[in-house]
């Protein structure tokens, strides 16, 4: 196992399918002591429901405790500390640094200067590994397999992280992607040159309808905010799409709708009673992938 893990790139495809069997193992098993006596820090400088809380709650059922914050309004870089030196310091208390921050390349910064592994739990518009990981989990739980699906990412491909990791790791099991996104939210050319480079094949499209009937898991995506230069942008594509029940009469009997989370107007709640909807327990197995990456990370097995 790598030191940190800051892009999805750091594990080889035995690594991650190490972490998902641990992860599956933890399921059978959640009460854990590996950890007895250890510290981990999380540190949120962005805000977070799902990926602190699981984290914080992971750290806990294996049997070691938490410190941090879930906003950087208290701490000393209000007093204008660089994130290098709060890294410094908080390496000094602890056996492991989880953290988001709204900087693209800060957990990268954060891993170069910590005396202790440093796992990225979400820097910008860049990489979301942990969440990546924990959707691989969900995939091979509700398709028995990952490798040849047909993946239709759909949404905001330009800022969502969560898709960005999850186009760099999937591409280990030979997928079929379709991109579904206004042409302001297109996947990154980086992202589509590494699928060329590889011989990965992808469609783009406008519509959603295009993917839908043909998929194997439909990930949808919330258009970020927070992540636009300029609001005018942001509500032009905002309510660019939105999933209802009523869409799903076509659908493969095995697809499965993921989602990140948190949603906003892309997915009605209509579409929450239906078989296909998954984004509830993809979010709930989250905790047992982290609890894998913590472990394996700090020399589980
Ligand atoms: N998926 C995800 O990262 O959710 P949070 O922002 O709530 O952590």
Same mark, same amino acid.
């Given at each position: 196992?790598?030191?940190?893990?800051?892009? =999805? $790139? #750091?594990?080889?495809?035995?690594?991650?399918?190490? =972490? *998902?069997?641990?992860?599956? @193992? +933890?399921?059978?098993?959640?009460? $854990?002591?590996? *950890?007895?006596?250890?510290?981990?820090?999380?540190?949120?400088?962005?805000?977070?429901?799902?990926?602190?809380?699981? +984290?914080?709650?992971?750290?806990?059922?294996? /049997?070691?405790?938490?410190?941090?914050?879930?906003?950087?309004?208290?701490?000393? $870089?209000?007093?204008?500390?660089?994130?290098?030196?709060?890294?410094?310091?908080?390496?000094? &208390?602890?056996?492991?640094?989880?953290?988001?921050?709204?900087?693209?390349?800060?957990?990268?910064?954060?891993?170069? %200067?910590?005396? %202790?592994? %440093?796992?990225?739990?979400?820097?910008?518009?860049?990489?979301?590994?942990?969440?990546?990981?924990?959707?691989?989990?969900?995939?091979?739980?509700? $398709?028995?397999?990952?490798?040849?699906?047909? =993946?239709?990412?759909?949404? #905001?491909?330009?800022?969502?992280?969560?898709?960005?990791?999850? %186009?760099?790791?999937?591409?280990?099991?030979?997928?079929?992607?379709?991109?579904?996104?206004? !042409? @302001?939210?297109?996947?990154?050319?980086?992202?589509?040159?590494?699928? #060329?480079?590889? /011989?990965?094949?992808?469609?783009?499209?406008?519509?959603?309808?295009?993917?839908?009937?043909?998929?194997?898991?439909?990930?949808?995506?919330?258009?970020?905010? !927070?992540?636009?230069?300029?609001? @005018?942008?942001?509500?032009?594509?905002?309510?660019?799409?939105?999933?209802?029940?009523?869409?799903?009469?076509?659908?493969?009997?095995?697809?499965?709708?993921?989602?990140?989370?948190?949603?906003?107007?892309?997915?009605?709640?209509?579409?929450?009673?239906?078989?296909?909807?998954? &984004?509830?327990?993809?979010? /709930? /197995?989250?905790? &047992?992938?982290?609890?894998?990456?913590?472990?394996?990370?700090?020399?589980?097995?």
């Amino acid at each position: 196992m790598p030191k940190n893990l800051i892009s =999805i $790139q #750091d594990l080889t495809k035995d690594e991650i399918l190490h =972490i *998902l069997d641990v992860a599956r @193992e +933890f399921e059978a098993n959640r009460e $854990q002591d590996f *950890l007895a006596g250890k510290v981990v820090a999380c540190l949120f400088f962005e805000p977070s429901t799902r990926t602190r809380l699981s +984290f914080e709650s992971a750290v806990n059922r294996l /049997g070691a405790r938490v410190i941090g914050f879930p906003d950087n309004r208290n701490t000393s $870089q209000t007093k204008g500390e660089t994130l290098e030196d709060t890294i410094r310091i908080v390496s000094n &208390y602890v056996d492991m640094i989880v953290m988001r921050h709204p900087v693209a390349g800060a957990a990268a910064t954060a891993a170069s %200067v910590a005396s %202790v592994p %440093v796992v990225n739990a979400g820097d910008g518009a860049n990489q979301h590994p942990t969440q990546t990981l924990l959707d691989l989990y969900a995939i091979r739980k509700t $398709q028995g397999r990952l490798e040849g699906l047909d =993946i239709d990412m759909v949404g #905001d491909l330009k800022y969502g992280r969560a898709v960005h990791s999850l %186009v760099e790791a999937l591409r280990y099991f030979s997928p079929r992607f379709t991109f579904t996104s206004p !042409e @302001e939210l297109d996947m990154p050319k980086k992202y589509l040159d590494m699928l #060329d480079r590889d /011989g990965v094949p992808y469609t783009r499209t406008g519509r959603i309808e295009d993917g839908l009937d043909s998929c194997d898991i439909l990930y949808m995506t919330r258009v970020q905010q !927070e992540r636009f230069p300029d609001k @005018e942008e942001y509500d032009k594509v905002k309510d660019v799409y939105r999933l209802t029940a009523s869409m799903l009469g076509g659908v493969r009997p095995n697809m499965k709708i993921m989602h990140p989370l948190p949603r906003v107007n892309e997915i009605a709640t209509d579409v929450d009673s239906t078989p296909y909807a998954y &984004y509830f327990q993809q979010a /709930g /197995g989250g905790m &047992y992938v982290r609890m894998a990456i913590i472990a394996c990370l700090l020399g589980y097995r």
